[in-house]
């Protein structure tokens, strides 16, 4: 197997912004991996600073510099590329400031600046060179001095008033020059900002192809950056990246003109067409097109020029076009010197002026777009990542509005665009952005209709604003407090088993002494009645106090064995055990509070013998149906239901249902239902369905719970049937 080759590494400075850098930057590495044969990794630097560390210590194969940069490991580069602007290699810095607050240099002291970063040499290096050679010292002139991170940032701040004065790169030193570069960072808000001043040229900032790349891979790529603008690709957006309209190896400040170099293909061709499909006019960067020449080919069809194959789609485009009247577009594929190439068309019918004879003609422009398409798919891969990607994706404006939401967002939070910046979601990211969050804390969670989203917030730059991924981790949570729950029980079990332990002896004593202790006073009280002394009055609230004490000791007996089951471990010799009969029994014992609640339903289906401990699934029963029974107010007794339900499952396994309908549950009392001491009821110690969950799932089954408010709960009991599953019936 052939090793894969190592990734080029490419670095690029931060001032290019975020967010449509990005996208123009991994396609702009995509191209280069197509053209090159090896895959080119693009990576945006933190810093100016990291980006020079990162060069001097060796660890990047190409980078894209400051001029100064450039011009520092030039020495020991492979080799410099300059990014090309109007024609030239090198540019100037303009310094602008509002237009309804013009400024000039000696209006500048006391003025506040707003610079891209230190390191940068059109937004900062420049035009303090400048101002120093004017003989002007920033630090005495400006009255604050800031660094922004990128052009547009600064730039903004000058707007809103936050500054007065900006510097911006300009490939000529006019004003016309200067709004062309605004408007690419600042759109139509371009016209609000104007240069009052402009610096001494130098060499442009470009490509540095360092000693890492071997020289075979080096050459490559300087013959790929040199040409990516004019070999016939259709590439050019791509050069957007950096502004610039190609690259030059240049080692002289000196503007000399660029070699021409022929195209490998050609880039587009444009053509006239009268009604009889003659080319009038015909034209292309080299005078061929598809493999013919096309000089000098006026007056003839176009199909005898080009050939049937690529001049019968052209003709068929126009004809189209002209019938119709309102133009028209086609993609073709053609063989041309061997290679498969794809070329886009667009026809536009053209009326004749005032003055001029003949008819309407068809203009056609017809445009290599084989690399381009090649470069879609990457496109449409890279916008199909947040489209695709199941978890919910979102990027947020720093006040919290909603720029985008992948359909996974909008499917799992379909009132996010109801609720905007007032959603739980959009609040917590906020929350956690302006608490500046060290690395290493942990994410924010939160819990919405049950499911509970944890949150990786990373912000951005330019422009402001913060990318929110939400990831479903409500399993895992469901997991950790089962985790936490169990960790909880173990530590109480072995608590209770102590604590039962220790206080079982003890309240014997007590509560064999307070019944003695009533008894002798019942006997003296009755004494002192028969002589008629007054003390027996006084002797009775004794014994009632006594009597409560004992009410309070029977309580704590009760907490005491409850503590014990919780505790106790299974037993090791299991029996078969019909949960009917043990169920029929324990309905027997609660039926004298069943009958002035509601009415009993009995659903009882043969159902397989499960392997337990009849005492403790009776003492299961008994605590669920007593549960179940104090749910439901007597006064409702004419319509409550209490049911009562045995089937067998899917799997073979036994279901025991307990269905009430009382008042129900909430969400939280619900999600704490079989914690330990947790109760609703003051008269309730908390215990009694934490030590029947701690039962049944100690003989392998489960115990869930659902209810909804003013509905009525129903209580699940599944436990496996025994190894060697017999019926009621069978037994029989």
Same mark, same amino acid.
């Given at each position: 197997m052939t090793p894969l080759a190592a990734p080029i590494r490419f670095l690029l400075s931060p001032s290019l912004g975020e967010v449509k850098e990005h996208v123009r930057a991994e396609l702009f590495g995509r191209a280069l991996t197509q053209r090159l044969g090896r895959p080119v990794v693009v990576e945006l630097a933190p810093s100016y600073e990291a980006l020079e560390r990162e060069l001097a210590e060796g660890r990047v194969d190409l980078a894209w510099g400051t001029a100064e940069q450039c011009t520092a490991f030039e020495p020991q580069a492979r080799a410099v590329l300059r990014a090309v602007r109007a024609g030239r290699w090198y540019y100037h810095a303009a310094l602008v400031c509002r237009a309804e607050q013009p400024h000039t240099l000696e209006k500048l002291k006391g003025t506040r600046a707003a610079w891209v970063a230190p390191r940068s040499t059109g937004g900062y290096l420049l035009p303090v060179r400048y101002l120093l050679s004017r003989g002007l010292v920033p630090a005495d002139v400006f009255a604050e001095e800031r660094h922004y991170g990128t052009y547009r940032k600064a730039l903004v701040a000058v707007l809103t008033g936050e500054a007065d004065v900006a510097a911006i790169y300009s490939?000529?030193?006019?004003?016309?020059?200067?709004? =062309?570069?605004?408007?690419?960072?600042?759109?139509?808000?371009?016209?609000?900002?104007?240069?009052?001043?402009? #610096?001494?040229p130098t060499l442009a900032d470009g490509l540095i192809l360092t000693s890492r790349l071997p020289e075979a891979d080096a050459a490559a790529l300087v013959s790929i950056l040199t040409t990516l603008a004019r070999g016939g690709a259709g590439l050019e957006p791509l050069l957007g990246l950096f502004d610039s309209e190609g690259f030059v190896l240049s080692t002289t400040p000196v503007p000399r003109p660029l070699a021409s170099r022929a195209p490998r293909h050609t880039e587009y061709l444009a053509a006239e067409l009268d009604a009889r499909e003659r080319g009038l006019r015909l034209w292309t960067p080299t005078g061929s097109a598809f493999g013919r020449d096309v000089r000098h080919v006026e007056e003839r069809p176009l199909e005898e020029v080009l050939g049937p194959e690529a001049g019968g789609a052209l003709v068929a485009l126009a004809r189209a076009a002209r019938h119709s009247g309102v133009g028209g577009r086609v993609e073709y594929r053609l063989e041309v010197d061997g290679e498969t190439r794809w070329y886009a068309a667009e026809a536009t019918v053209r009326a004749p002026l005032a003055?001029?004879?003949?008819?309407?003609?068809?203009?056609?422009?017809?445009?290599?777009?084989?690399?381009?398409?090649?470069?879609?798919?990457?496109?449409?891969?890279?916008?199909?990542?947040?489209?695709?990607?199941?978890?919910?994706?979102?990027?947020?404006?720093?006040?919290?509005?909603?720029?985008?939401?992948?359909?996974? =967002?909008?499917?799992?939070?379909?009132?996010?665009?109801?609720?905007?910046?007032?959603? *739980?979601?959009?609040?917590?990211?906020?929350?956690?952005?302006?608490?500046?969050?060290?690395?290493?804390?942990? *994410?924010?969670?939160?819990?919405?209709g049950g499911h509970h989203w944890e949150l990786s917030v990373a912000p951005l730059v330019d422009p402001e604003g913060l990318r929110v991924f939400a990831k479903n981790v409500t399993a895992r949570k469901k997991m950790e407090a089962q985790l936490f729950k169990a960790d909880r029980m173990a530590q109480l079990g072995s608590l209770a088993a102590s604590v039962g332990h220790e206080m079982g002896n003890p309240l014997a004593y007590m509560l064999a002494n307070l019944a003695f202790a009533r008894e002798e006073l019942a006997r003296v009280k009755e004494t002192l009645h028969a002589r008629g002394d007054g003390l027996a009055q006084d002797l009775g609230?004794?014994?009632?106090?006594?009597?409560?004490? %004992?009410?309070?000791?029977?309580?704590?007996?009760?907490?005491?064995?409850?503590?014990?089951?919780?505790?106790? =471990?299974?037993?090791?010799?299991?029996?078969?055990?019909?949960?009917? *009969?043990?169920?029929?029994? %324990?309905?027997?014992?609660?039926?004298?509070?069943?009958?002035?609640?509601?009415?009993?339903?009995?659903?009882?289906? *043969?159902?397989?013998?499960?392997?337990?401990?009849?005492?403790?699934?009776?003492?299961?029963?008994?605590?669920?149906?007593?549960?179940?029974?104090?749910?439901?107010?007597?006064?409702?007794?004419?319509?409550?239901?209490?049911?009562?339900? #045995?089937?067998?499952?899917? =799997?073979?396994?036994v279901v025991v249902e307990i269905q009430d309908t009382g008042a129900g549950m909430s969400p939280e009392v619900l999600a704490r239902l079989f914690e330990p001491f947790f109760t609703t009821r003051p008269a309730s110690t908390g215990l009694g369905l934490s030590v029947s969950h701690a039962i049944v799932t100690s003989l392998g089954g489960s115990l869930r719970a659902e209810s909804r408010e003013g509905v009525g709960t129903t209580l699940t009991v599944i436990l496996p049937a025994a190894t060697e599953p017999a019926t009621t019936s069978e037994k029989k």
């Open positions: 490939s000529h030193p006019e004003e016309n020059t200067v709004r =062309a570069y605004l408007a690419e960072h600042l759109g139509a808000d371009e016209r609000r900002l104007i240069p009052f001043a402009f #610096t001494e003055g001029e004879s003949g008819g309407p003609t068809t203009a056609l422009l017809v445009r290599d777009v084989t690399e381009l398409r090649a470069l879609e798919e990457e496109l449409y891969r890279l916008a199909s990542f947040p489209l695709l990607h199941p978890e919910p994706m979102l990027e947020l404006g720093p006040d919290g509005t909603l720029r985008y939401a992948n359909p996974a =967002a909008h499917t799992a939070f379909p009132d996010l665009l109801v609720r905007g910046a007032g959603h *739980p979601l959009v609040e917590a990211a906020l929350a956690w952005a302006r608490r500046g969050a060290a690395a290493g804390d942990s *994410p924010p969670t939160v819990s919405l609230d004794v014994v009632e106090a006594l009597v409560e004490a %004992t009410d309070g000791a029977d309580r704590l007996k009760t907490i005491v064995q409850d503590l014990r089951m919780l505790s106790r =471990a299974p037993p090791e010799q299991l029996e078969w055990v019909d949960v009917v *009969p043990v169920l029929e029994h %324990t309905l027997s014992l609660i039926r004298g509070e069943l009958r002035h609640r509601a009415r009993l339903e009995k659903d009882f289906r *043969p159902v397989p013998a499960v392997e337990g401990d009849a005492a403790r699934l009776g003492q299961v029963f008994l605590n669920l149906l007593q549960n179940a029974v104090q749910a439901m107010s007597e006064l409702d007794a004419a319509r409550n239901l209490l049911r009562v339900a #045995t089937y067998t499952g899917p =799997a073979g396994e």
